[in-house]
């Protein structure tokens, strides 16, 4: 319930999903209010209004005169139809079902509604790859996107905790513009749930761990192709860059975005400040576009992206994320950022190919983790390889 307040129309209460409801005497003199908005006289509760006691049951807002004992319930009665009644009328409230133990809301709403997906199927969705998609979150502050009525809805992002968040969802103090900032962190399925309770579609965490958080343990290359390139354009793109990784000595992943593009995860010791890492990650992206000029850019203005690959390496700076593996997006058909072995590029795999839907069974048929051993790949940018580049080492 939203508010009450009296007026020439009697009692209204506002109600999300009901609107305004008005109480005051309709023509036959009983008390409520019949559905009918000109059903009503001139309402004569204005005195009496502070002895009405309010409540919620179920869909319905109910209130009782207090010193006649009789409760009058404004909804829709058991049988369907709009209006007022006693409360044995009227169903009981329903309690949110549960998921991994947080209750969901509101469950059947359809966040993707062109897929049928509703928040009760986002957040088994992660119930059913928790084990996946957890050591991605673990201890690694994230920043949120929000669509609380659907991708196609209003979205935005959130970096900051509020008071009001889940018990489940870990906290860490940040600091931030001279101060300290709470952020979210997501250390187990429950947490995860809570996220999507939230409204939360997508996961984006930072390339760094607590309590090393001001030096990276992975780094990422955003590969951000025009969207007039095919396919084979982008498969030739990052496999550019693995061998001149490979050349450098650094084993390099894959994963898709759900999206037009693919990101390129290299696993290092947490050993070097976000600067020097921020550097290198630079300097290979120029690198490319010096070496593939008609091919790549490094610069996010549209103008120099029009049949080329942005190459985006600002994601490697304290503070900025990439979508987490596994993660849905808040795109078209509930698509998710998917984690692949290089040999997998010989089919297109962008946009909605792994979703919702499919990933879980994928998952459970899946022969060979291809990102099994990342986190247990020993490598570590050396001072070596940052001259190799052209950066001085720090």
Request: charged share 25%; with cysteine; net charge neutral.
């Amino acid at each position: 319930m939203q508010r009450r307040r009296v007026g020439s129309s009697g009692l209204q209460v506002s109600r999300i999903g009901l609107g305004t409801m008005t109480w005051g005497d309709d023509t036959d003199g009983s008390l409520g209010d019949g559905g009918a908005p000109g059903h009503l006289e001139p309402a004569v509760l204005e005195s009496l209004a502070p002895a009405l006691e309010l409540a919620t049951h179920g869909a319905s807002v109910c209130a009782r005169l207090v010193e006649a004992g009789e409760m009058r319930c404004w909804g829709r009665n058991l049988e369907g139809q709009l209006g007022t009644d006693g409360l044995d009328n009227f169903e009981a409230p329903v309690a949110p079902a549960q998921v991994a133990g947080v209750a969901i809301s509101n469950g059947d709403k359809l966040l993707y509604p062109e897929a049928k997906g509703s928040k009760r199927d986002l957040a088994e969705y992660y119930v059913a790859i928790g084990d996946w998609i957890v050591p991605h979150l673990e201890d690694r502050p994230l920043t949120l996107v929000r669509c609380p009525n659907g991708w196609d809805k209003p979205c935005f992002y959130q970096k900051h905790a509020k008071e009001s968040i889940s018990e489940f969802i870990d906290r860490i103090d940040i600091r931030e513009g001279g101060g300290e900032q709470p952020y979210m962190m997501a250390n187990n399925v429950t947490a995860v749930v809570a996220l999507v309770q939230m409204g939360v579609l997508e996961l984006h965490p930072w390339g760094s761990r607590a309590p090393k958080l001001g030096y990276p343990d992975r780094l990422i290359f955003d590969f951000d192709p025009d969207e007039t390139l095919p396919w084979e354009r982008l498969v030739e793109a990052v496999n550019v860059l693995r061998k001149l990784l490979d050349t450098l000595g650094l084993r390099a992943f894959l994963k898709t975005t759900g999206g037009k593009g693919l990101h390129v995860v290299v696993p290092v010791a947490p050993t070097r400040a976000w600067a020097p890492a921020k550097a290198f990650c630079k300097a290979i992206a120029e690198l490319l576009v010096c070496t593939f000029p008609d091919r790549f850019t490094a610069k996010m203005t549209k103008s120099t992206r029009e049949g080329r690959i942005f190459v985006d390496y600002l994601r490697n700076a304290e503070n900025a994320t990439a979508i987490a593996p596994y993660s849905a997006r808040a795109k078209r058909n509930a698509p998710v950022a998917m984690p692949i072995a290089w040999e997998q590029l010989k089919q297109d795999l962008r946009n909605d190919h792994f979703n919702i839907r499919n990933v879980p069974g994928l998952l459970k048929r899946r022969r060979r983790d291809p990102w099994a051993e990342l986190a247990d790949v020993d490598q570590e940018l050396t001072d070596a390889m940052l001259r190799q580049v052209g950066v001085t080492s720090s």
